[in-house]
């Protein structure tokens, strides 16, 4: 609440005191049913018409002005890269300055990706507030009054997802009401360009151009080329159906038969429930006068190129611009040159074949002076060149992992099989046990490169030949490498480290893996440690190996553990035994000046040897004999005298010492 007074004098004589009092009031307003938050309108076609209604509620005390618009919630793109590798290569045989593949690819990829669904958005759009209305866009609510309103969806586009929010707008302020969801379907065909433009062409002559006939829509649909006005022109297929979100390539001849400086022709396709879509087709039909005709024959490899020269010579006082006409995709030249007068002149002629197999073409040079060149060229692509030989050097048992590159050169994605096949192996009568994993099958976009990850691993030493081919699927076209691998001996697997005293134990386990896809017995030996002789492992998998050291001679020694196997080989182990002095035993006597008692000391000999024992005494209290023997596996008692040669407490120490059972004190 507030109040406030306000003062008028008339003529300076006359007051007056008016009291304006009011209240500041919460806006307050939302849909009358809160179920109607959100309204999925499903698929809707393209023309069809939707309705729904919902009631906005004035909860303030006070009237409102409202107006409705419609504002796109369409979330931004992720940020992701979640795509094989892929990076820009036309031509496997130039070397490219490449920093990382994958990334480059991987960047393309997400470019390209981003840009189609920018794309597809914008037209989602475009298309969704174009075909929403809201029935009334304005109104004015009582207090604590309701107002219906109607929402329309009429789509005028294709709307692959619709996401957009219905705001009410009072003064500044605007707030979400309905967020609306469906989609639009229909029909939407289109030719991939309006126009073809052949150029000059000779007469009898003959070129090939071809453009697609796009179905963006969700239905499929029934197309018919209308009978063209000259039989200059022939377009195949004539008939046909497209299915949804699909296209039809169309081949475009042109044969003219009469000179004609300028060729227009409409053609018209008609598809079934739409309308017809146009197609221009421009040309020139050209005579050549005295042409030569000749044959050209080249040869290379597929994916690589060789080119020759034509020469031509102007004995003219002009100069001459040549113009080209060339047939085949697989064959480049100059689109148009000079001649200067009185001058020869070499024209490249390039062969690019993507397919093994033989190529043919047709190329036309004109004019030259009063005449024609026409040369028929005939392309014979060779099997491929190796991608790359490449010579690795692997230790035995260590998995290495070669990327490998598969180039396409064509313009639409293809997938490679990937096979590996051993050409050649040292020794011939090779056993052991080797692995080579690769994916199935590889992806590569269109004139792009993608990586195949390609992983060995032999468990023995040997020379192995390997040729890696990677096989389009529906053209049979293969390119592959050659891999020469020599395996040197494996090194230690990794070392084990035990520390005990004398005649105590300590045990250690050690995991050993079974590559092979059979159960197989692994032998076991070491010398110093107590293990099993031999070791049953699952197929691909892994067993624990118990090992025991039990030393009885002080010192370090270092062992070799070897675990092996006839077709996996030998795993070898550093061992390192470390044996600290056991711990020493008291005794405790007391007797008189002058008198001796007797002691009994233990040993054992632990070993399956006769032990030899020497002993030692620190003091000349005790007295005992200087050797002493026990048969193997033996435990004894050394008899000894205490005969106290002075009056107190007497330290003596007493070392009963063998080269193999160890020491007793």
């Avoid at 990706?113 to 475009?126: G, W």
């Avoid at 979400?176 to 379907?185: D, E």
């Avoid at 230690?492 to 017995?521: C, H, V």
């Avoid at 009994?600 to 023997?629: C, G, M, Q, W």
Wanted: proline share 5%; charged share 20%.
């Amino acid at each position: 609440m507030y109040e406030f007074k306000l003062q008028f004098w008339v003529n300076s004589l006359c007051e007056e005191t008016v009291i304006i009092k009011g209240e500041g009031i919460p806006l307050l307003f939302d849909l009358y049913d809160g179920c109607q938050k959100s309204f999925d309108l499903g698929p809707v076609k393209v023309g069809d018409k939707i309705v729904r209604q919902i009631e906005v509620m004035n909860h303030s005390k006070a009237l409102i002005d409202a107006s409705f618009v419609f504002r796109d919630t369409y979330s931004a793109v992720d940020d992701t890269n979640g795509s094989e590798a892929t990076s820009i290569c036309l031509s496997p045989g130039v070397t490219t300055k490449e920093s990382d593949p994958g990334q480059a690819r991987g960047k393309m990829l997400q470019n390209y990706k981003d840009n189609k669904i920018q794309e597809q958005i914008a037209l989602d759009v475009q298309n969704a507030l174009s075909s929403l209305k809201v029935i009334p866009n304005k109104c004015t609510i009582q207090p604590y009054r309701k107002v219906p309103l109607k929402i329309q969806f009429k789509p005028v586009g294709l709307i692959s997802t619709l996401n957009v929010q219905l705001n009410m707008k009072v003064f500044q302020f605007e707030r979400p009401l309905v967020q609306l969801s469906g989609s639009a379907t229909g029909m939407s065909l289109c030719l991939s360009q309006n126009s073809l433009q052949f150029g000059r062409v000779r007469k009898r002559g003959c070129k090939i151009l071809k453009v697609m006939l796009q179905n963006k829509g969700d239905f499929s649909a029934r197309f018919w080329w209308q009978p063209l006005k000259t039989d200059e022109f022939t377009i195949s297929p004539m008939q046909g159906n497209v299915a949804a979100r699909t296209s039809v390539t169309f081949t475009v001849t042109f044969r003219p038969i009469n000179i004609n400086p300028f060729i227009k022709v409409w053609a018209s396709c008609n598809i079934e429930n739409y309308m017809p879509l146009e197609l221009a087709l421009y040309a020139t039909c050209v005579d050549t006068g005295n042409f030569q005709n000749r044959t050209l024959y080249m040869e290379c490899p597929v994916r690589e190129t060789q080119t020759d020269h034509i020469v031509v010579t102007n004995p003219t006082d002009e100069m001459w611009l040549v113009l080209s006409e060339v047939s085949g995709e697989s064959f480049v030249t100059l689109k148009e040159f000079n001649v200067e007068a009185n001058t020869t002149f070499e024209i490249p002629i390039h062969f690019k074949p993507k397919s093994f197999g033989k190529h043919e073409g047709q190329v036309l040079f004109s004019p030259l002076g009063e005449s024609a060149l026409f040369f028929n060229i005939i392309g014979i692509a060779t099997h491929p060149n190796p991608n790359g030989d490449i010579t690795l050097n692997i230790k035995a048992k260590d998995p290495y992992t070669q990327e490998l590159l598969v180039y396409n050169i064509t313009e639409f994605p293809e997938s490679y099989v990937v096979s590996s096949e051993i050409l050649k192996v040292v020794p011939d009568k090779f056993d052991g046990y080797y692995e080579i994993k690769h994916p199935e099958t590889v992806k590569v976009w269109g004139e792009a490169s993608a990586t195949c990850r390609w992983t060995f691993v032999c468990y023995e030493e040997c020379e192995m030949n390997v040729k890696v081919t990677f096989i389009n699927e529906k053209t049979r076209e293969y390119q592959f490498y050659n891999i020469a691998i020599m395996v040197t001996p494996s090194g230690i697997m990794g070392t084990l480290t035990f520390e005990s005293r004398a005649r105590e134990s300590i045990q250690k386990e050690l995991s050993i893996f079974n590559p092979l896809a059979e159960d197989a017995e692994f032998d076991i030996h070491c010398e110093h440690l107590e293990s099993p002789d031999k070791l049953m492992i699952s197929r691909n998998s892994k067993a624990t190996l118990s090992l025991t050291y039990s030393p009885l001679v002080v010192g370090v020694t270092e062992e070799c553990l070897e675990v092996s196997n006839p077709l996996v080989g030998t795993y070898l182990y550093k061992v390192i035994l470390k044996c600290l002095p056991a711990k020493e035993k008291t005794l405790e006597f007391t007797t008189t000046l002058g008198t001796s008692i007797p002691l009994r000391l233990r040993a054992h000999n632990k070993t399956d040897a006769r032990a030899e024992f020497v002993a030692t005494v620190s003091h000349p209290s005790i007295i005992v004999e200087k050797e002493y023997a026990l048969g193997p596996f033996e435990k004894g008692k050394f008899q000894a005298w205490f005969e106290p040669t002075e009056i107190g407490c007497q330290d003596c120490r007493v070392s009963l010492k063998s080269a193999i059972a160890g020491e007793f004190v």
